[in-house]
């Protein structure tokens, strides 16, 4: 298991970098990895902090229950989705962007739908996934200030897609994850080029047709 | 209250940034931080200055009736609207970026509208939004070279909508604000993030529809 | 009037920029600065060189035959171009840059036309124009790899164009002037922005017109 | 004839700038260059290596078959793509981008067929293209993950066009190459400019017309 201090320090840097994508405007964007099991306890970004010039600082430690246990200020109002992403997949690190593209295509989606992605070499980005034939179904939930019940929608979501790789919160962003910060880090670069590529793909086809 | 040195780095740094983001091309934006209300005191970038590369130096302090009273050169020709702006809101800084989304998207709206944006996550990121579910209206000021009439009608704009975090200069870009450099900065982001969105979902809905 | 040493420090560094910005992939781009008037002398960069880590060594000196007089390699095929702009606006520096968008709009105007650009505030970077209720023509050249011909055509232009700040040929890009470095690189960047503006809002509006 | 200090990192260095442009997302991207001729050594990024932070020691050598004589992990699993553009081109470098642009523009070639760009002047970063008055034919290459079988489809397309510079595998990016690694850059960056115009412009037009 990595330390408090390797992972805060990652997390910091993988911060810095998503911001200067423009993926994490404002004080968008939170990241978490998964410190120990059992008991579970979650490195996350605090509440409210801007991911420009974001340090190790910035982070502290949850437990299950999204109570923090170490460090300064408060942890981030979706650390019970994060909590409901890593009790859904075990995943060890659990990333939220907040791109131009990944609002946009969350918008077209039917309430209770997904966007589906086929066809790209890309997708071979995602965890087992050895194909360009593949299909990604990335569920589309809808925007809620209720977090404990956006954390339910989200397991749900989970629990009907267990094949998903990532999610979207309707005009909010990407949810992904992976077993590391390194997996979870090329899953957000994967989406938010494929949610590009889809997107003007739609547009030049004549439309936005709003996914399946 | 901050000191001028410690305003005018962070005024620099924040200036070179928009620049590397493209929000201030030529010698585009200007920016300003209050320094104290009594006497008001406005530490403010110089008339004409590159934003890349913007240094402490390039600051000037202006007294409440714009003249400058501190710093080497002439005040940004707009400090009468930051003047306005810090007058209308009681604003500890004030930003002008000038994107291309802001300038394509005041373009559309009618004379005395307003851009409408609604329903999207992001807008929490203005001061004392709690839900997406919140319609901020954008003002767009008609653009003039009289900055005193132009100061005149911003004030006018803020008066009819108190709310609002941010107007937009037809043809010349975005004025936003807030408590302090770092709330302006966060205002400025989120803006400028919703824009782009506002501006490339109409495009996909087909059309240029000119906001509300 | 600056040195040597001065001027081909500065055309590299604003070269890196203009490279990282996107503005001059390939081998494409090509930058002077006049090092004197009488005899003219034009610093410039050299022949076919990558403007990625573009250093001061790259650049040479010119006589107003375009024949190089001081430096390694051959001096830009476009040397002819620069001249003939220094020629006819008594400019102190010629920047060309080729931008996606310069070369998207530059395809839309007739033969022997111009591309107009009117009522944006950013108009206002441009030398001596107070105000944005101003009509900037761009005229466009055609193409061709006579630059010889290149040369004559561009003077033509600017005789037709004694107000233009810059111009476009067709499929390949800028060349805007200045009295000195920093002038012509704001005029770079206001071109460079209006491009994109008019591009993007003639696309909204439904269709890519070409200008008048 | 490069050393493998030099040429790894050389690779390294442009590894990390095409990741930095956004064309090498996820883990997508691999690049080579030939070590030595006789017999055939190439220098190439191993599997599965994340391109941001790329370094020297992510390089190995692998021989004419694609098995590995030097460095640790395993080769790229396109290697033998690699191998098969040496072998009909006789480059010295091959770089393999995976951008948004070369994805979408990729989509609408009819099977067998080519993207045909034409009258650009930035075609003239093509090796031995002398003019902009010159129509490359990109063939369009259908993906597979039988690897042995694309680099034979690549090697036959390259015999149906000996001129390209560059060849599209469909839903996975660009094959450029070059005598040397700074050729072969040349050419990544005149085609994904070109890519993004070409796209661009047939948005404009009105349409996703397909390629010829």
Redesign the interface.
């Given at each position: 298991m990595a330390s408090f201090e390797h992972l805060s320090t990652r997390l910091a840097e993988l911060g810095r970098?998503l911001y200067d994508?423009?993926w994490a405007?404002?004080?968008?964007g939170n990241y978490s990895a998964v410190l120990s099991t059992e008991p579970l306890r979650l490195v996350i970004t605090r509440s409210g902090v801007?991911k420009?010039g974001l340090l190790p600082g910035d982070m502290l430690v949850v437990d299950e229950a999204g109570k923090a246990v170490m460090g300064a200020g408060k942890p981030s109002a979706e650390t019970v989705v994060h909590l409901g992403v890593v009790h859904a997949t075990g995943a060890g690190a659990v990333l939220h962007t907040?791109s131009?593209w990944n609002?946009?295509l969350s918008?077209g989606a039917p309430e209770g739908g997904s966007v589906e992605i086929a066809?790209?070499?890309?997708l071979k980005?995602l965890r087992d996934v050895?194909?360009?034939?593949h299909t990604e179904q990335v569920p589309v939930v809808e925007?809620t200030?209720d977090y404990e019940r956006m954390a339910r929608d989200v397991e749900a979501a989970l629990s009907a897609h267990p094949e998903a790789h990532g999610l979207l919160?309707r005009?909010?962003?990407l949810y992904t994850w992976g077993r590391d910060l390194?997996e979870a880090?090329?899953h957000v670069?994967?989406f938010?080029?494929l949610f590009?590529?889809v997107?003007?793909?739609?547009?030049?086809?004549?439309?936005?047709d709003g996914g399946g």
């Open positions: 970098a994508r423009g405007m404002g004080t968008s801007d420009d907040h131009v609002t946009l918008e066809g790209y070499e890309m980005g050895a194909t360009h034939e925007n200030q919160l005009g909010h962003g390194a880090k090329r670069e994967v938010e080029f590009e590529v997107s003007r793909s739609r547009a030049a086809a004549g439309g936005h």
